[in-house]
């Protein structure tokens, strides 16, 4: 009799393992010796980077977090090694996932309490299948390459820093708090990245031949990501979620005005930030993503579909409209007018070159070379990250430059790695979209409705500006992937009604995702 209360005081006074403690003496006492010996910039500075070291490895979602707001500057800072900023924050998302694992471990070992609450979670079967299927295929073509092997690696490795984000994500994101810092995430760094390519085309701040027109002052938004269609299609990864959650934030209930207030203006203004620096980009491929998104949005919104569709209808027709009676800017109903000749095929050999369609027959030069490395090698491609390497072989007449892509990913990714690359790339993307419209039926709660209706309008986005360009360089593909988490993490929220005040609605309305 005497035995059973002093067991279960033993169990909940059990001390955290070894390496806990150890690790929090150890930052306590390197934090009062920086406190004491720094000066202030330097004290500031190295705050911030044990912050971005420590973070990760205490919780691997602010791992997920670092990698995703890392993608802007990714190029800015050389780390030892020659890591860029975002390959160092997927190792430490990875190391802190790995020591998740070990911890959940050691914890249930110990008999601690609330394991299940921080035991990572299995990401989905189907999706992780399908993940491993693409980078199989991937792989499979690099080492069958004629060209770069090391190259083939390198764009391998890219798409594998993808999926480990989407791993990590997809395992740890599974409370509210995470769900809405991933959101912020995904829409701060893009939001400030819009604010310098703003800034650049106000300004005339960029290479001549981003001017959007000869005797111009202005030239087309690149930010940081260096290229005017790579920066809109950044954009095109962020302004869905940000549009979907500002207009929510109108409706959202159990907060005070003035922090609604002033949440809302928050959200405008970055979806505002968003769209003007996509229509600054002067990129036909994203204004048709964006149009497509748009549109993917009222897709998932059932009744209301119709009339957010025909506005969305509208506003291209009205733009097409005021183009040909010369209502709108010379150079933007020049842009406009020409997504028509885009999207025509025709033998980029066999045509005069003038300086009108100069850029539309170089890019239909660049898909019909995209096409012949199909046609050569059909089952496992020229290799990733080979097409550049591969080209001057398949150039079409004298267009013997690239320009890096086959300006569609669909071909370009077939041209890399084959039709076995291009089925595992469709594959992915279509299980990704089911989820996403399952996430979105599958609660009624306002601002998880409005991240999953987001993430569908990023999805289709992306998807739509893949038709004219490669969206998946410069590492943008983890910013593509945490967006894939957001929705997932959604899809299967708990149902408790903790879980459901916070996100904006009372438990009777949210239901639970299957």
């Not at 393992?17 to 006492?29: E, H, L, N, Y």
């Not at 073509?141 to 490795?157: D, F, I, Q, V």
């Not at 993430?455 to 490669?470: D, K, R, T, Y």
Request: charged letters at 10%.
């Amino acid at each position: 009799m005497s035995g059973g209360p002093t067991t279960d005081a033993r169990q909940h006074s059990i001390s955290p393992p070894w390496p806990v403690v150890a690790g929090q003496w150890s930052t306590a006492v390197l934090a009062a010796l920086a406190i004491a010996l720094l000066p202030l910039p330097q004290l500031l500075a190295a705050v911030g980077l044990t912050l971005a070291v420590t973070l990760p490895l205490l919780n691997p979602v602010f791992g997920v977090y670092l990698a995703v707001l890392s993608v802007p500057v990714q190029d800015l800072v050389t780390l030892p090694g020659g890591l860029s900023c975002t390959q160092a924050a997927v190792l430490l998302a990875l190391a802190g996932w790995g020591l998740h694992l070990v911890r959940a471990r050691t914890w249930q070992t110990w008999g601690a309490a609330g394991t299940a609450h921080t035991a990572p979670r299995v990401p989905p079967a189907r999706l992780l299948a399908l993940w491993l299927a693409l980078l199989w295929a991937l792989l499979l073509s690099a080492s069958l390459t004629p060209y770069s092997r090391a190259e083939g690696l390198k764009e391998t490795a890219r798409w594998g820093g993808a999926f480990l984000i989407w791993l990590i994500g997809a395992s740890t994101v599974r409370r509210p708090w995470q769900i809405y810092g991933l959101a912020a995430c995904l829409i701060a760094a893009p939001t400030a990245e819009a604010i310098v390519g703003l800034v650049q085309f106000a300004t005339g701040d960029g290479p001549p031949t981003f001017r959007i027109a000869p005797d111009s002052s202005f030239v087309r938004a690149y930010g940081t990501i260096g290229q005017p269609n790579s920066f809109a299609g950044y954009m095109n990864m962020a302004w869905p979620v940000a549009a979907a959650l500002a207009i929510a934030s109108v409706r959202l209930r159990g907060v005070g005005p003035a922090a609604q207030l002033a949440l809302s203006a928050a959200l405008w203004c970055a979806a505002a930030l968003l769209l003007a620096a996509l229509i600054a980009s002067f990129s036909r491929g994203a204004w048709l993503g964006a149009a497509l998104g748009a549109l993917g949005m009222a897709a998932v919104l059932g009744r209301r579909a119709a009339l957010a569709a025909g506005l969305t209808l509208g506003a291209g027709v009205l733009a097409l409209a005021l183009g040909g009676a010369g209502l709108l800017p010379e150079s933007v109903a020049t842009r406009i007018a020409s997504i028509s000749r885009s999207v025509g095929l025709f033998d980029a050999e066999g045509v005069t070159v003038t300086p009108e369609n100069f850029a539309v027959v170089e890019r239909m030069a660049h898909i019909q070379a995209g096409w012949r490395m199909l046609q050569e090698r059909p089952v496992v491609g020229v290799g990733p990250g080979n097409y550049s390497i591969a080209y001057p072989e398949f150039a079409v007449g004298t267009w013997y430059i690239s320009r890096g892509h086959a300006h569609n990913y669909y071909l370009h990714i077939a041209a890399e790695a084959g039709l076995a690359g291009l089925a595992a790339y469709l594959a992915l993307i279509a299980a990704i979209a089911a989820r996403a419209v399952i996430a979105v039926r599958a609660t009624s709660a306002t601002v998880a409705r409005s991240v999953t209706v987001g993430c569908c309008g990023m999805i289709v986005a992306v998807a739509g500006h893949n038709l004219f360009e490669n969206l998946h360089v410069l590492n943008m593909g983890i910013q593509l992937a945490a967006g894939w988490v957001l929705a997932e993490a959604v899809v299967r929220l708990p149902a408790t009604g903790g879980t459901a005040a916070q996100l904006g609605a009372s438990p009777a309305n949210v239901h639970q995702g299957k």
